[in-house]
Nanobody, 128 residues
Framework: QVHLVESGGGLVQAGDSLRLSCAAS????????MAWFRQAPGQGRDFVTY????????????GYADSVKGRFTISRDNAKNTLYLQMNSLKPEDTAVYYC?????????????????WGQGTQVTVSS
């Protein structure tokens, strides 16, 4: 079992930055692929970004939705069991509840079904 708790959401203006955190507890954090998804009101849960579980001899691979490429950066600190999402140049369309997720994906890291554990979400609201 992995318990995930997101934090760092809030109300910001367009163009501002926020950093979300996801604290993990339970099983070994470094063994899991981690991802951020988001859900806007009345919409489904959308993939934002993922980072691969730790690799011995190389940096963890990452992937991003086209809508956030160049603006968002995912990172992880395995020593602190924490996942981060740095969000820059925020836009009103980034408004959503942001969820972190943990799992071992089979290659389709953009699919929410690939992840087993989910946090409760943190609200991000971007005003224009």
């Amino acid at each position: 079992q992995v318990h995930l708790v997101e934090s760092g959401g809030g109300l910001v203006q367009a163009g501002d930055s926020l950093r979300l955190s996801c604290a993990a507890s339970g099983r070994t954090f470094s063994n899991y692929d981690m991802a951020w998804f988001r859900q806007a009101p009345g919409q489904g849960r959308d993939f934002v970004t993922y980072i691969q579980r730790s690799a011995m001899w190389s940096a963890s691979n990452t992937g991003y939705a086209d809508s956030v490429k160049g603006r968002f950066t995912i990172s992880r600190d395995n020593a602190k069991n924490t996942l981060y999402l740095q969000m820059n140049s925020l836009k009103p369309e980034d408004t959503a509840v942001y969820y972190c997720a943990a799992g071992v994906h089979s290659g389709r890291y953009w699919r929410d079904s690939e992840y087993t554990y989910w946090g409760q979400g943190t609200q991000v609201t971007v005003s224009s």
